[in-house]
């Protein structure tokens, strides 16, 4: 028989996360939404807790968490706040990327030096034309030397004007 109930480090987190997002959160969630505001001051408290980057590995400076984890930190900032919650929850998915498809050596330097602080990334896939057609994106990526220009327009990128690190998606042939 397969056992679904929580571990106890799984229900002691989701408390955590829980407790961080009525007393830093909820509170500020309506004037955020009012002044369509972007709190870094939020990011460097859920920072100090030690969650921002759970999901990478510990090795690289992350908490070494999983999906589950995820799935119950943002059912938790999310009923604090959908816009915090999007934040936060954005950060992982913009890793998300580097940690599949990086290489030992650009994993060690990107997220070693991301998560060594309160940063947040971006996942940069959305464009006019390709939305759930993902195969549709125009960008290019046209290696020039050792460089890669990349040439394109990007809509709907959570953390776009605030990440530091962004993994865009782009076509070397669309
Ligand atoms: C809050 C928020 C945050 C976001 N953050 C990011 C982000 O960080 N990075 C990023 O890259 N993108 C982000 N997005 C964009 C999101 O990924 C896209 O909105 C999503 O992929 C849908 O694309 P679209 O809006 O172009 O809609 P479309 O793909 O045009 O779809 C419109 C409607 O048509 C339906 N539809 C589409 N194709 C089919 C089909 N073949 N058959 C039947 N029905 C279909 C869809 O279900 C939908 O109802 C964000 C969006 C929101 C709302």
Do not use: W
Not at 12 to 31: M, T, Y
């Amino acid at each position: 028989m397969i056992d679904f109930s929580l571990t106890e480090e799984q229900r002691a987190c989701r408390k955590l996360v829980g407790d961080f997002a009525q007393k830093e959160i909820a509170p500020i969630a309506h004037e955020l939404d009012e002044e369509q505001r972007h709190s870094p001051e939020i990011v460097n408290k859920y920072f100090e807790i030690g969650l921002l980057h759970y999901f990478v590995p510990e090795e690289y400076g992350g908490a070494g968490l999983g999906s589950l984890d995820g799935c119950l930190f943002g059912e938790e900032l999310g009923a604090a706040c959908g816009g915090v919650a999007a934040t936060l929850g954005g950060n992982i998915l913009g890793l998300t990327p580097f940690q599949i498809a990086g290489s030992p050596e650009l994993k060690k330097e990107l997220l070693t030096k991301h998560c060594s602080g309160p940063k947040l990334a971006a996942f940069c896939l959305t464009e006019a034309d390709a939305g759930s057609d993902v195969a549709s994106i125009r960008t290019t990526a046209l290696r020039q030397g050792d460089e890669y220009v990349i040439n394109g327009t990007k809509r709907f990128i959570s953390n776009g004007g605030v990440a530091s690190l962004y993994s865009v998606f782009a076509s070397e042939d669309p």
